[in-house]
């Protein structure tokens, strides 16, 4: 098995994952998340509201997971959000296009669906599951459709992402925050996309947790106030000019930023806090990296964009975050669906006075000829320029149709005023946080099977009554199955375990368990095979600690702490054994200060 089967089959058997209607067969892209996954899945959103909610200060709100039509017509999804299908005709199989001829092309990801069904021709390239033949590429549209309503109802589609609620509700935000900027709101939550041919666990699914945060920033100023809390941070960046040369660097924020390699300020920041959040998750720092989009593959809501990658044992580098900058395409593309202006009013520290071209329509004029059409076609008469607007036959296009006004129902001239201010249509920074995809990349990178003996020696346990403890796991088996979770999104933080299941241990083991949980701690309790045993089911599932109760416990009041990591154990009273543990797996305790060594 490769590192990707292992971690599977591990997170299966100790309930992480589990196929979704496993009962009825499964079906693909589809995926339950057990007691334990759940748990790690809480914590990893749990972390993400604590840097983005608490630490940056944007709030968070809660968006209906349907939306109707008009929402993805401004956001671009209903016209231009699809996926190259191929379809076998032998097995009736589904494959991504763009996929199948990956190894003949260079260019797969930017031709159209006729030039891959030409390629796929042309190199002969058939069926993996059969043999067969395909047949015509063609565009899918990614979005689950739904009806609202009874009989015909309304067009809907399930959200393929959770950012449109925030710009749908820009307005409200904005005189949340007073209509101060910057300012942003962020949401987790479900989104759904019909993927083609999902044959990637949890990499690739149909429905999804995003956790997105979309941050309103005045397009004259994108400096970050407290861009030096991250400008001297080491980055490893793939940006376009390295992905020419194949290979990614190390730059400090500052002097990415300097240099242009990153756009702006706002941009590196938030890149900088996407790493800091990574790694203190879990992500492994060495198998991390920033990479640009190229410009061929920008989507077309971004002026630029970098993806977090990591790296993996089977699929090589995915990407798990997305940080984009997606100036104001967003606004303004619903306020010309929605026919509503969307900007926030900026004062200027002082007045000014500013000569600037103005437009009058005569509502008088134009109400009477146009009638309801009256105010669209004077917004649209506010759009012509002086030279448009001097002819004696006016042309405006209002809701497809090109309407003629006369020249004696507009005014226009040029005028010196008196301004405090001025709209400005916001830029919008998105960090895009792909949630299932940060869990299995935690997984992966704390997944490992060590050598027992190996690790003993290298902790300074062998020949030592820990080291006897540690083989009665599993008889003496050479290696032993451990997941190296972060403590503070471990699903299990702290085992108790009484060294045999009576009474008089399992008493105090109890005791400490209730004021853990007064601490807030994850705490599991486990009398169940020999106390080695107990310490490799933790460890399969990624406790940090185990505290083990035992009859020197009665005698002097302490219990056995061992850590996960190193498997060294210590002796500590009882008393406050609760802020050990939480000062432990939250304040970056040092282990050997937490009580005594054990002494042999």
């Not at 763009?98 to 796929?120: F, N, P, Q, R, Y």
């Not at 042309?122 to 459709?145: D, V």
Request: hydrophobic share 35%; net charge negative; charged share 30%.
């Amino acid at each position: 098995m490769d590192k990707y089967e292992k971690v599977f089959e591990l997170a299966k058997r100790r309930g992480f994952l589990w196929n979704s209607f496993e009962l009825y067969g499964g079906s693909r892209g589809f995926y339950d998340y057990g007691p334990l996954g759940s748990a790690l899945k809480r914590r990893i959103e749990q972390i993400w509201r604590e840097f983005y909610v608490i630490q940056e200060g944007f709030m968070e709100i809660e968006c209906p997971t349907i939306g109707i039509e008009e929402v993805f017509i401004a956001s671009g999804h209903v016209g231009g959000f699809s996926d190259p299908l191929c379809e076998c005709m032998n097995c009736k199989e589904a494959f991504r296009a763009d996929h199948l001829v990956e190894d003949v092309t260079d260019a797969a990801g930017t031709l159209s669906a006729e030039d891959l069904t030409k390629v796929i021709r042309e190199k002969g390239i058939t069926c993996p599951e059969c043999g067969g033949e395909f047949g015509e590429a063609y565009e899918f549209n990614l979005m689950f459709k739904t009806t609202i309503g009874p009989g015909t109802g309304r067009q809907g589609f399930l959200r393929p992402e959770t950012a449109q609620g925030m710009f749908v509700d820009f307005q409200r935000l904005s005189r949340f925050y007073r209509d101060k900027l910057p300012f942003g709101a962020v949401q987790i939550g479900k989104s759904y996309r019909n993927e083609i041919a999902p044959r990637q666990g949890v990499i690739r699914l149909r429905e999804f947790t995003q956790a997105e945060c979309e941050i309103f920033v005045d397009p004259r100023n994108k400096k970050h106030p407290n861009f030096e809390r991250f400008a001297d941070k080491e980055l490893v960046l793939y940006s376009q000019k390295g992905q020419v040369k194949g290979e990614s660097f190390r730059m400090t924020v500052r002097d990415a930023v300097k240099t242009g390699v990153i756009a702006h300020e706002v941009l590196g920041y938030n890149i900088a806090l996407t790493n800091e959040f990574l790694t203190k998750v879990g992500i492994d720092p060495a198998k991390l990296r920033f990479r640009q989009h190229l410009t061929d593959e920008m989507a077309h809501y971004a002026v630029d964009c970098w993806d977090a990658e990591i790296e993996t044992d089977r699929f090589g580098w995915v990407e798990i975050v997305g940080i984009a900058d997606r100036a104001d395409y967003d606004l303004k593309a619903h306020a010309r669906v929605s026919k509503t202006e969307l900007y926030v009013y900026v004062e200027y520290e002082e007045p000014k006075m500013v000569t600037r071209f103005t437009v009058k329509p005569n509502m008088g004029k134009l109400g009477p000829v146009f009638k309801g059409k009256a105010k669209a076609v004077a917004d649209a008469l506010r759009q012509l320029s002086e030279e448009e607007l001097s002819k004696d036959e006016i042309k405006v296009t209002v809701d497809g149709e090109e309407l003629t006004v006369s020249s004696d129902a507009v005014d226009f001239a040029e005028e010196t005023v008196k301004v405090s201010g001025e709209n400005v249509i916001p830029h919008v920074i998105e960090p895009s946080y792909g949630i299932d995809r940060i869990f299995y990349g935690i997984m992966e990178h704390a997944y490992d099977d060590e050598n027992v003996a190996q690790k003993a020696a290298e902790s300074g346990l062998k020949g030592t009554e820990e080291a006897g403890k540690e083989s009665e796991a599993e008889g003496e088996e050479e290696t032993r199955l451990v997941m190296h979770f972060a403590s503070g999104v471990a699903p299990i933080q702290v085992a108790v375990l009484p060294l045999l299941t009576r009474e008089e241990l399992a008493d105090p083991a109890k005791d400490i368990i209730a004021r853990l949980r007064e601490k807030n701690l994850l705490v599991n309790y486990d009398d169940s095979g020999t106390i080695g045993r107990r310490y490799r089911r933790n460890d399969e599932i990624g406790t940090p600690y185990c505290v083990t109760v035992d009859y020197d416990t009665l005698g002097d009041g302490t219990v056995t702490i061992r850590d996960r990591d190193s498997m060294r154990q210590i002796r500590a009273p009882i008393t406050g054994i609760e802020n050990v543990l939480y000062e432990l797996i939250y304040k970056d305790r040092a282990f050997e200060s937490a009580g005594k060594p054990f002494n042999f």
